[in-house]
C-alpha cells in the first residue's frame, strides 16, 4: 500500500518534528492551562456558585467551549508552519491525500492529548461529580476526533486564502457548531449518568458527520493543493 | 447550456406558479387543530426549500465542473446559484417564521429546525466572504468551488438530518410525521406538486438571468 506508506512517514514526520520543538503542544497547553485558571478566579468572585443549580450546565459547557478555541488555535497551525517550498517539496513525493491523512491522524493525536490533559486540568480547578466517568471520557475523545477532522480541512482552505484567523472562524464555526451542540449533550448524558444506550443515536450522528467531512476533504484536496 | 436560452420552461414555470396562486387559495384543505388555514402556507414555505435545493445542487454540480475544466464561465454560474439560492433561502426562513408565529406562537422560538437552518444559512454566508478575500481570480474561482462542494452534504446534513434526530415542531422531525404522511390529501396534492415544481423552475430562472449578466459584464471588462 503505497498511499499507507507515505501517509505513515509523512505522520511521523509531523510527529518528530513536533517532538523537538514542541511549540504546538506546549504552547496550547499553556494556552488550555490559563484559561481554565482565569475561569476558576472568575468564578471564586461569586461565592456559593458551585452549589448554584447551573453550575453542572455551566461546567459541561464551559468544558467544550475551552476546548473549541484550544483546537481551532493547535490545528489552525497545520498548514501555517510550512513553508512554501516545503509543501512543494512534499507534493513532489507524496500524494495530496497522503498529506491530508497524515495531518489529520497527527492532530488527532495533539488534540486527544490535550484534550485529556485539559480534562485533568479541569477537573482539578473545578470539582464535578461525573455519573459516568469512562464514557465522558470516550466522549472527549471522539470530540477531539471530530474538531480535527474538521478543523484540518478547514485549515487547508484558510491557509490557500491568505491565512488569517478570521477567515478560519467564519469559514469553521457553522460547521462545528452542530458537532459541539451534539457533543454537549452526548457529555451532558455521560455527566448525569444516564443509559449508554440513550445516545447511540447521537454518536451515529456525530461519526455520520466525520465520515461525510473526511470523505470530502480527500476528494477536494488534491484541486486544493494544486497552484 | 443550451436550456437557458430555451423559452417552454420559464413559461411553465410561471403558469405553474400562477395555478398554485388560484388552486393554493381556492381550493378545500383539511381542517386540522392548531394549523386551520395556515396550512396553505405549505405552498409556498415548501417550495422556497425546494427551489433553495435545486439551485445549490445545480451549483455544485458547476464547481465540479471548474474543478474538471477550470472554465471561468462555470465559476460564475455556480456562484450565481449561490447567490440565487440564498435568496430562496431567505425567503424559506421567513414564511417558515411567519407559519410559526400562527402555529408555534413565537416567529423565533429556537425550534432545532430554525436554528440549524439559521447556522446552514452563516454556512453559505462563509462562502461569499471567502469569495471575497481572494483577490485573484483563478485562485478565488477554485478555492471557493472546494467550499461549495464542501458546504453542499454539510448544508443537507445541517437542515435535513439533524432536526430529525432531536425533538422538533417541525413537522417530519422528532417523531412527528411529515405532511406527506395523511395530513396531505389528495386535494392539496394538486397545488402542492405544481408549486414544488413551478418554483424550482423559477429560482433557476433567476440564477440563470443573473449568470447571462455576469457573462456579458464579464465580456465587458475583458481587455482584447
Not at chain 1, 459541539?180 to 443509559?195: E, N, P, Q, V
Not at chain 2, 475544466?69 to 425567503?91: I, M, P, Q, R, S
Not at chain 2, 396531505?184 to 440564477?207: C, Q, R, T
Given at each position: 500500500?503505497k498511499?499507507?506508506d ?6 511521523k514526520?509531523?510527529v518528530?518534528l513536533?517532538w523537538?520543538?514542541?511549540y504546538?503542544?506546549?504552547?496550547v ?5 490559563s484559561?481554565v485558571f482565569?475561569c476558576?478566579i ?10 448554584s443549580?447551573?453550575?453542572k450546565v455551566?461546567w459541561?459547557v464551559?468544558f ?13 497551525k497545520?498548514?501555517?508552519q ?9 507534493y513532489?513525493i507524496?500524494?495530496p ?16 492529548l ?5 480534562l485533568i ?11 459516568d466517568p469512562l464514557?465522558y471520557f ?7 476526533l471530530?474538531?480535527s477532522?474538521?478543523?484540518?480541512m478547514i485549515?487547508a482552505?484558510a491557509?490557500?486564502?491568505g491565512?488569517n484567523?478570521t477567515?478560519?472562524?467564519i469559514?469553521?464555526?457553522?460547521v ?6 451534539i457533543?454537549?449533550?452526548l457529555?451532558?448524558?455521560a ?9 447511540y443515536?447521537?454518536?451515529?450522528a456525530l461519526?455520520a458527520?466525520?465520515v461525510i ?7 477536494l ?7 | ?7 417552454w420552461w420559464?413559461?411553465?414555470?410561471v403558469?405553474?406558479?400562477?395555478s ?5 387559495l381556492i381550493?378545500?384543505?383539511?381542517r386540522?387543530?392548531i394549523l386551520?388555514?395556515t396550512?396553505r402556507?405549505?405552498?409556498f414555505?415548501?417550495p422556497?426549500?425546494m427551489g ?5 445542487t445545480?451549483?455544485v454540480y458547476f464547481?465540479?465542473k471548474?474543478?474538471?475544466t ?6 460564475l454560474?455556480?456562484?450565481?446559484c449561490?447567490n440565487t439560492?440564498l435568496?430562496f433561502f431567505?425567503l424559506g426562513?421567513l414564511?417558515?417564521?411567519l407559519w410559526a ?6 416567529f ?7 436554528n440549524?437552518?439559521a447556522?446552514?444559512f ?5 462562502y461569499l ?5 481572494i483577490?485573484?481570480?483563478?485562485k478565488?474561482?477554485?478555492?471557493s468551488?472546494i467550499?461549495n462542494?464542501?458546504?453542499f452534504?454539510v ?5 435535513f438530518v439533524?432536526p430529525r434526530?432531536?425533538?422538533s415542531?417541525h ?5 412527528n410525521?411529515?405532511?406527506g404522511?395523511?395530513d396531505l390529501?389528495n386535494?392539496m396534492?394538486?397545488?402542492?406538486y405544481p408549486?414544488m ?6 429560482a ?6 443573473r449568470?447571462?449578466i455576469r457573462?456579458?459584464?464579464n465580456k465587458?471588462?475583458?481587455?482584447n
Amino acid at each position: 500500500m503505497k498511499l499507507f506508506d507515505q501517509t505513515w512517514e509523512l505522520f511521523k514526520k509531523e510527529v518528530v518534528l513536533e517532538w523537538r520543538s514542541k511549540y504546538a503542544f506546549n504552547g496550547v497547553l499553556l494556552y488550555v492551562v490559563s484559561t481554565v485558571f482565569i475561569c476558576y478566579i472568575s468564578f471564586t468572585l461569586t461565592p456559593g456558585f458551585e452549589k448554584s443549580d447551573g453550575y453542572k450546565v455551566v461546567w459541561n459547557v464551559l468544558f467544550w467551549i475551552i476546548i473549541l478555541f484550544a483546537s481551532v488555535n493547535a490545528i489552525a497551525k497545520s498548514f501555517l508552519q510550512e513553508s512554501k517550498s516545503r509543501l512543494l517539496y512534499y507534493y513532489s513525493i507524496a500524494s495530496p491525500q497522503a498529506i491530508i491523512l497524515s495531518k489529520t491522524i497527527y492532530n488527532i493525536l495533539l488534540m486527544s492529548l490535550l484534550s485529556i490533559l485539559a480534562l485533568i486540568v479541569y477537573l482539578l480547578f473545578f470539582t464535578n461529580t461525573i455519573g459516568d466517568p469512562l464514557f465522558y471520557f470516550l466522549v472527549v475523545i471522539l470530540g477531539s476526533l471530530s474538531f480535527s477532522t474538521v478543523f484540518t480541512m478547514i485549515s487547508a482552505i484558510a491557509s490557500k486564502a491568505g491565512n488569517n484567523g478570521t477567515l478560519m472562524a467564519i469559514l469553521s464555526f457553522p460547521v462545528i457548531i452542530p458537532v459541539i451542540l451534539i457533543l454537549i449533550r452526548l457529555s451532558k448524558h455521560a455527566m448525569d449518568g444516564l443509559d449508554r444506550s440513550s445516545s447511540y443515536g447521537d454518536i451515529g450522528a456525530l461519526c455520520a458527520i466525520n465520515v461525510i467531512v473526511m470523505a470530502t476533504a480527500l476528494l477536494l484536496f488534491p484541486f486544493l493543493w494544486r497552484d | 447550456m443550451k436550456f437557458i436560452y430555451q423559452t417552454w420552461w420559464k413559461v411553465l414555470a410561471v403558469l405553474l406558479v400562477l395555478s398554485t396562486l388560484i388552486t393554493g387559495l381556492i381550493l378545500p384543505v383539511p381542517r386540522l387543530p392548531i394549523l386551520h388555514e395556515t396550512i396553505r402556507n405549505l405552498y409556498f414555505h415548501v417550495p422556497m426549500w425546494m427551489g433553495m435545493l435545486s439551485v445549490f445542487t445545480i451549483s455544485v454540480y458547476f464547481s465540479i465542473k471548474y474543478l474538471k475544466t477550470g472554465k471561468e464561465e462555470y465559476d460564475l454560474a455556480a456562484v450565481e446559484c449561490v447567490n440565487t439560492g440564498l435568496a430562496f433561502f431567505t425567503l424559506g426562513l421567513l414564511t417558515g417564521m411567519l407559519w410559526a408565529k400562527y402555529a408555534w406562537g413565537e416567529f423565533w422560538s429556537g425550534d432545532p429546525k430554525q436554528n440549524s437552518a439559521a447556522i446552514a444559512f452563516l454556512l453559505y454566508c462563509a462562502y461569499l466572504v471567502l469569495r471575497n478575500s481572494i483577490d485573484e481570480e483563478q485562485k478565488r474561482a477554485k478555492i471557493s468551488a472546494i467550499y461549495n462542494i464542501f458546504a453542499f452534504p454539510v448544508m443537507i446534513v445541517l437542515i435535513f438530518v439533524l432536526p430529525r434526530l432531536t425533538d422538533s415542531l417541525h413537522p417530519g422531525s422528532g417523531g412527528n410525521p411529515a405532511f406527506g404522511r395523511y395530513d396531505l390529501d389528495n386535494g392539496m396534492k394538486v397545488a402542492f406538486y405544481p408549486a414544488m415544481l413551478g418554483w424550482s423552475f423559477i429560482a433557476i430562472w433567476i440564477a440563470t438571468l443573473r449568470y447571462r449578466i455576469r457573462l456579458i459584464e464579464n465580456k465587458r471588462n475583458n481587455i482584447n
